[in-house]
């Protein structure tokens, strides 16, 4: 079985799910998973976890992500971009000064509430199904961080920004939280996501190019002998982990390894008292990523957190 990330370029006009289908299809395999929803109307970086990778779908969905985004002002929406009902238009007259420093007002901490046409659930309900059915439900405002604002051109009543943002940011929101500040309303145009954690734009691939090379790399050989070793562009699952450092036990240590035991210091070849901060990438002799190890002062020794086995 086909375990990694690969980095989709997703396309205007799909869904996440969508894009989940057809791997489904060209990998010919059912555990593939997706690591955060991107509308419809956006379009960039969504990977898309295979096999035993998706264990990592959740851990990737809260990495910190980078978009390119077109703010309109002076538009209202019901679904806050372009793509929703209009709901009020106003002239804009503010200067360009005055749009400079509302939006770097944003940087930093700011409780945003999230939006009615959003796959967030309340009450075990998703607030996009209740807001096409007409209810409208109160949601608390939840923080967010906005790392960095870039104004890229501005051309009023457009602005074209690029955001660095924490996990849980709507970017949507953000454009009409600003032109609300701004007094004049506004709405997202256009959306393109160009960073989530160490995966970027300029390495993702699209769905046809990704079809493309699979059917160019895997020639004769039959679907239940593909592996990521097969397609290159496919990155292994320790991609996620990689600020952790990566350590390799003893040959002798695999049984411990395999059966998920924990792991003493002197079971890893060469060792480094550093490693006891934080958390540990573990690694066969062969090179096999097993999973995720943590120190255990009482015990001495390194205890299993995420295990992936993936050799």
């Known amino acids: 079985m086909i375990s990694g990330i690969v980095n989709v370029y997703k396309e205007k006009g799909y869904t996440s799910f969508d894009v989940v289908a057809k791997l489904r299809g060209i990998f010919r ?50 679904t806050q971009d372009i793509s929703g009902t209009v709901l009020r238009q106003r002239e804009v007259t503010v200067t360009e000064e005055e749009v400079r420093a509302a939006v770097m007002r944003f940087v930093g901490d700011y409780m945003q509430v999230p939006p009615m046409y959003s796959a967030k659930k309340v009450n075990g309900k998703k607030l996009y199904d209740l807001a096409r059915a007409g209810v409208t439900v109160e949601r608390k405002p939840r923080p967010v961080h906005i790392s960095s604002i870039e104004i890229l051109s501005l051309s009023l009543p457009r602005v074209r920004m690029r955001v660095a943002c924490s996990k849980g940011t709507y970017i949507r929101t953000l454009c009409e939280d600003i032109g609300q500040a701004l007094g004049c309303g506004a709405c997202m145009e256009e959306l393109l996501r160009t960073r989530v954690s160490r995966f970027f734009l300029k390495d993702a691939l699209s769905i046809a190019q990704i079809e493309e090379q699979v059917h160019a790399l895997a020639g004769n050989l039959p679907p239940e002998q593909w592996s990521a070793d097969t397609f290159p562009f496919i990155l292994r699952t320790d991609a996620v982990f990689w600020k952790n450092p990566k350590a390799v036990v003893k040959k002798e240590a695999e049984r411990l390894l395999y059966n998920g035991n924990p792991l003493p210091p002197e079971q890893f070849d060469p060792y480094s008292p550093a490693w006891e901060e934080g958390e540990l990438c573990v690694y066969d002799a062969a090179g096999h990523f097993a999973g995720i190890y943590r120190y255990e002062e009482e015990m001495r020794a390194y205890r299993p957190y995420r295990l992936f086995f993936e050799a």
Do not use: S
């Open 29 to 78: 395999m059912k555990k593939i998973g997706h690591t955060g929803t991107l509308d419809p109307d956006a379009e960039g970086v969504l990977p898309v976890c295979l096999g035993k990778a998706t264990k990592v779908c959740g851990m990737l969905t809260d990495e910190d992500k980078e978009y390119e985004t077109v703010m309109l002002l002076g538009t209202v929406t019901d």
